[in-house]
T-cell receptor, first 117, second 117 residues
Framework: NAGVTQTPKFQVLKTGQSMTLQCAQD?????MSWYRQDPGMGLRLIHY???????DQGEVPNGYNVSRSTTEDFPLRLLSAAPSQTSVYFC????????????????FGNGTRLTVT | AQKVTQAQTEISVVEKEDVTLDCVYE???????LFWYKQPPSGELVFLIR??????QNEISGRYSWNFQKSTSSFNFTITASQVVDSAVYFC??????????????FGSGTQLTVLP
């Protein structure tokens, strides 16, 4: 009964380094997304996917890439880390996607705390 | 555009006190869903409740209750007889349907609740 699993839990990067945050869900959810959480700003959507092979940008996509090769996995790639990307990152999924998805609650992973120095 | 305001950044109460967390939202959509999530000190985000725009009945679940008032665009959350384990950041969120695949979900900035023993 894993739900949404994120790895790693903590990561420290130097400016310019790249890395991939992993996210996997075992609930057969269509919709997956990445959020970043910054103090006083709530959660902001980075990228999302409504199914395997389909991804799109959210509110703050710059500096991040995603792919969705399977229903289960939705990795987030930081191409060249910057101090402004220091944040807590959450992966979230929900059962339905598309126009009917707005009533589905999101299931969140435990988060990844990223520090870029 | 959608907006969710949680004006109370931090609230501190003594155990067994009742506490109300305010949430005010803005949307032009007549159909929408409102959510509350809890983020305890361990960091994960936990779904608490979902309410659609056509259901203004208040809801009670144990010590938790929610008051939805469309006339004031508010969806407030009350904890009765608070306990130390209620200490967390609480987020209110608004979800509206979209014409495409995107999911329009807007989070408030959160309210940090501290319950003192």
């Amino acid at each position: 009964n894993a739900g949404v699993t994120q790895t790693p839990k903590f990561q420290v990067l130097k400016t310019g380094q790249s890395m991939t945050l992993q996210c996997a869900q075992d609930m057969n959810h269509e919709y997956m997304s990445w959020y970043r959480q910054d103090p006083g700003m709530g959660l902001r959507l980075i990228h999302y996917s409504v199914g395997a092979g389909i991804t799109d940008q959210g509110e703050v996509p710059n500096g991040y890439n995603v792919s969705r090769s399977t229903t289960e996995d939705f990795p987030l790639r930081l191409l060249s880390a910057a101090p402004s990307q220091t944040s807590v990152y959450f992966c979230a999924s929900s059962y339905s996607a598309g126009q009917s998805s707005y009533n589905s609650p999101l299931h969140f992973g435990n988060g990844t705390r990223l520090t870029v120095t | 555009a959608q907006k969710v305001t949680q004006a109370q950044t931090e609230i501190s109460v003594v155990e067994k006190e009742d506490v109300t967390l305010d949430c005010v939202y803005e949307t032009r959509d007549t159909t929408y869903y409102l959510f509350w999530y809890k983020q305890p000190p361990s960091g994960e985000l936990v779904f608490l409740i979902r309410r659609n725009s056509f259901d203004e009945q208040n809801e009670i679940s144990g010590r938790y209750s929610w008051n939805f008032q469309k006339s004031t665009s508010s969806f407030n959350f009350t904890i009765t007889a608070s306990q130390v384990v209620d200490s967390a950041v609480y987020f209110c969120a608004l979800s509206v349907p979209t014409s495409g695949s995107a999911r329009q979900l807007t989070f408030g900035s959160g309210t940090q609740l501290t319950v003192l023993p």
